[in-house]
């Protein structure tokens, strides 16, 4: 899922906080941080595992990199939320596995005792899925976890900080949390996750990270070498020049996305499982990056009573997929049966072989007047037109 700069404000505030440089800033005490912690601005990853294309530039405009503050707030959404979107969020059967590894460790951590609560509250409060994308705009677990204390100490109210980046971070928090059950539900789910990291999900983020060593490399080198030259007539079209890619363990086909302009852009995509399916994480990328186009093709052509049902949600679920399609003919058009065939299996529908075109447009589909849109704004994208 795709998020604009329109569509989430916050996220920008925090994405302007984070990426604001090494200035100097009076902070409250915060929790005791771990040695690796670097603080908001510090760039090595948590892990301390070192990143591949670590800074977008010119030679590489979208490095790819793997972030465990990422993998660990998304791992806990996961945990506690039913996923019974056509196209899942997160990897089918990535609780499970979870589950497993944690009763081979004889683990129990607040984020399982806590469970049925923080699922509860979730399930009821469908608006608290907004701040999954808050992460992308962090560098590490223990400033992200500072900030949250920092937060939920104001109760929400800006004024009852001091320092000017701590009021920005209160001024974003509150606009996913404005509630004080919003907040208690953020502290006992932050609370649960801290336990998790510390107990269980450090040590297995590393080991399984550095297992999937080759895989990041695979990506990063079947993106830079072969499918960025392809892409980079779109995403210069799309007003999308610079970003960064994380390759997300928890996530699904649906990545998790903030698209902000040339610069300001962070897409989480599918770890994929092993080398040969590197071009997995790529089909992510290109069903993101056209989010902004399928938003707009789709907000076009429905009326209000459309969007009030929801008819319009389930057209741009299929417009982001059907849009990443039209990207992957243009840009890598070898790829696009397998791409439709990545997709029909995220959605768990069955095709026969040679038939994954017809079987894909069946599982997507869209009207006439949405997909015309569509295929004209890649193809002025693409082609400059």
């Given at each position: 899922?795709?998020?604009?700069r329109?569509?989430?404000?916050?996220?920008?505030?925090?994405?302007?906080?984070?990426?604001a440089?090494?200035?100097?800033?009076?902070?409250?005490?915060?929790?005791?941080?771990?040695?690796?912690?670097?603080?908001?601005?510090?760039?090595?990853?948590?892990?301390?595992?070192?990143?591949?294309?670590?800074?977008?530039?010119?030679?590489?405009?979208?490095?790819v990199?793997?972030?465990?503050?990422?993998?660990?707030?998304?791992?806990?959404?996961?945990?506690?939320?039913?996923?019974?979107?056509?196209?899942?969020?997160?990897?089918?059967?990535?609780?499970?596995?979870?589950?497993?590894?944690?009763?081979?460790?004889?683990?129990?951590?607040?984020?399982?005792?806590?469970h049925?609560?923080?699922?509860?509250?979730?399930?009821?409060?469908?608006?608290?899925?907004?701040?999954?994308?808050?992460?992308?705009?962090?560098?590490?677990?223990?400033?992200?976890?500072?900030?949250?204390?920092?937060?939920?100490?104001?109760?929400?109210?800006?004024?009852?900080?001091?320092?000017?980046?701590?009021?920005q971070?209160?001024?974003?928090?509150?606009?996913?949390?404005?509630?004080?059950?919003?907040?208690?539900?953020?502290?006992?789910?932050?609370?649960?996750?801290?336990?998790?990291?510390?107990?269980?999900?450090?040590?297995?983020?590393?080991?399984?990270?550095?297992?999937r060593?080759?895989?990041?490399?695979?990506?990063?080198?079947?993106?830079?070498?072969?499918?960025?030259?392809?892409?980079?007539?779109f995403?210069?079209?799309?007003?999308?020049?610079?970003?960064?890619?994380?390759?997300?363990?928890?996530?699904?086909?649906?990545?998790?996305?903030?698209?902000?302009g040339?610069?300001?852009?962070?897409?989480?995509?599918?770890?994929?499982?092993?080398?040969?399916?590197?071009?997995?994480?790529?089909?992510?990328?290109?069903?993101?990056?056209?989010?902004?186009?399928?938003?707009?093709?789709?907000?076009?052509?429905?009326?209000?009573?459309?969007?009030?049902?929801?008819?319009?949600?389930?057209?741009?679920?299929?417009?982001?997929?059907?849009?990443?399609?039209?990207?992957?003919?243009?840009?890598?058009?070898?790829?696009?049966?397998?791409?439709?065939?990545?997709?029909?299996?995220?959605?768990?529908?069955?095709?026969?072989?040679?038939?994954e075109?017809?079987?894909?447009?069946?599982?997507?589909?869209?009207?006439?007047?949405?997909?015309?849109?569509?295929?004209?704004?890649?193809?002025?994208?693409?082609?400059g037109?």
């Open positions: 899922m795709t998020l604009t329109r569509a989430l404000p916050w996220c920008f505030a925090a994405l302007a906080i984070a990426c440089g090494s200035q100097p800033e009076t902070k409250q005490p915060a929790p005791a941080p771990s040695p690796r912690g670097q603080g908001r601005h510090g760039q090595p990853s948590q892990s301390g595992v070192p990143e591949p294309g670590q800074y977008a530039s010119p030679d590489n405009p979208w490095p990199k793997t972030r465990y503050v990422v993998d660990l707030w998304l791992h806990g959404f996961a945990m506690i939320s039913d996923d019974t979107s056509r196209v899942p969020i997160f990897r089918r059967g990535y609780r499970d596995e979870m589950v497993v590894e944690k009763n081979k460790m004889q683990l129990v951590t607040l984020l399982d005792t806590d049925d609560s923080l699922a509860r509250y979730a399930d009821a409060h469908p608006y608290i899925a907004g701040a999954q994308f808050a992460v992308l705009a962090e560098h590490n677990w223990d400033a992200m976890y500072r900030d949250i204390q920092v937060f939920l100490l104001s109760g929400g109210d800006p004024r009852k900080v001091k320092a000017q980046d701590d009021a971070v209160v001024k974003a928090w509150f606009q996913i949390f404005p509630g004080a059950s919003d907040r208690k539900w953020l502290q006992m789910f932050a609370t649960a996750l801290n336990d998790e990291h510390l107990k269980f999900y450090e040590r297995y983020w590393n080991r399984v990270e550095l297992a060593r080759p895989v990041l490399s695979a990506v990063d080198s079947a993106w830079t070498k072969i499918y960025l030259k392809q892409f980079r007539r995403q210069q079209g799309a007003d999308l020049e610079y970003g960064d890619i994380y390759l997300s363990l928890p996530l699904g086909a649906e990545g998790r996305t903030i698209l902000g040339k610069r300001q852009n962070v897409v989480a995509v599918i770890y994929p499982d092993s080398a040969p399916h590197a071009a997995e994480a790529v089909f992510v990328v290109a069903h993101e990056m056209v989010g902004t186009v399928a938003e707009r093709a789709v907000g076009d052509n429905t009326t209000p009573n459309e969007k009030k049902s929801g008819l319009a949600g389930q057209y741009l679920n299929a417009a982001t997929v059907r849009g990443g399609a039209l990207v992957i003919e243009r840009a890598a058009p070898a790829q696009l049966t397998a791409y439709e065939a990545f997709y029909l299996r995220a959605a768990g529908i069955a095709y026969a072989p040679g038939q075109a017809l079987a894909f447009r069946q599982a997507f589909p869209l009207p006439d007047v949405i997909m015309a849109e569509l295929k004209q704004a890649l193809d002025a994208a693409t082609t037109i």
